[in-house]
């Protein structure tokens, strides 16, 4: 294999980029292939079914066996607000395999000794989000209560098309958010695209149960939902 | 899981990359198929240079001597190569023994 592959296949993951290498096994000729499109017509359905399950395998298409070996981005959170809720949902959402960063730019909130181990950015958004920007294998949760904080972040979450957006607040309080959203220039299609009130009804009372409520829905947008769609548009 | 955007410093590919910029000659092992109860899943890496160093795994162990002599004759000819490793014998999965898998691993040299 051409050391070429290696390299491209490293900056793709870097930039969390999905990419598939797809292998001739018979002759050992390589490439690489970003979305089913750009694929062979014979291999583009594997390829598009590679890219939905993360799966790698091997493939029979005309009369060649060929190796997909996929590398999708492992899945983001983040929260926006170092609140009671998110003292919880960090260290639960680092054990179920996400990767944690929590932005909030009350410099009394986002503490290293309120969240041990996570990684925090006591920092406004629009500047946190500069330089580490949302993509769609980030789910993005915004718990401050504080438009002036979780807006801009909830705008940023819909461009980037993230898999999942959700906002804390009661109906009252969306209602508010979904005119402010509009006024910004925010589409409907898109506002109806946030999770609010936020998390599974489960009927949680307290900030821990909230947040179970709310990791579980961000595990139902991956793995059922909304991550799988967003690919699948990607892939057609 | 590693890093949001940053790749893990253990992970194999990037440790091959590291090695091809430092002149070093590399062989990739890639775990192609599995059966059974096998303990990498396909995708896995083992990254084998000129020396017999090596990172990564194809299997919890078991067969990773076997992978890196072979490397060392993949990278001499340039020639690609599929190995298998398994037990032979049905009835030993049957019962479920835990190293009971079959694997097919396939060993390229990184030109």
Known sequence: MDRRLIFALNEAR??????ILITD??????????????????????IAAALLSGKSGLVEAADKTYFLNVHVPPARLV?????????????????????????????????????????LVADWPEDALRTQPLDMFTAVAAVTHDPKIDDHALQAA???NCFYVGALGSRKTHARRID???????????????????GLDIGAASPAE???AVLAEIIAALRKRTLTQNLGEMAA | MSNGTAIDAGDPLAIAQGW??????????????????APRPVGSHLVIDGDGNFEGSVSGG???????????????????????????????WQVGLSCGGRIRVYVERID
């Open chain 1, 180 to 198: 402010r959203l509009r006024e910004a220039g925010v589409g409907d299609a898109a506002i109806d695209r946030i999770a609010a009130p936020i």
């Open chain 1, 25 to 46: 096994i018979a002759s050992g000729d390589a490439h690489i292939v970003n979305e089913a499109e750009c694929a062979d017509p014979s291999l583009r359905e594997a």
């Open chain 1, 158 to 160: 819909l461009t980037a």
């Open chain 2, 20 to 37: 091809l910029e430092a002149g070093r000659q590399v062989a990739l092992a890639t775990v192609m198929e599995t059966w059974g109860s």
């Open chain 2, 62 to 92: 078991c067969v990773e001597g076997a992978v890196i002599a072979e490397a060392a004759d993949v990278i001499d000819s340039g020639k690609p190569r599929m190995l298998e490793f398994g037990v032979a014998d049905e009835t030993a």
């Open chain 1, 14 to 19: 870097g930039a969390r980029r999905p990419a």
């Open chain 1, 79 to 119: 929260v926006i607000g170092a609140v009671h809720i998110s003292q919880t949902l960090a260290p639960m959402a680092r054990l179920a395999g996400f990767d944690v960063t929590i932005i909030d730019p009350r410099t009394a909130f986002a503490t290293a000794e309120r969240f041990e181990g996570t990684r």
């Open chain 1, 210 to 212: 909230i947040a179970v």
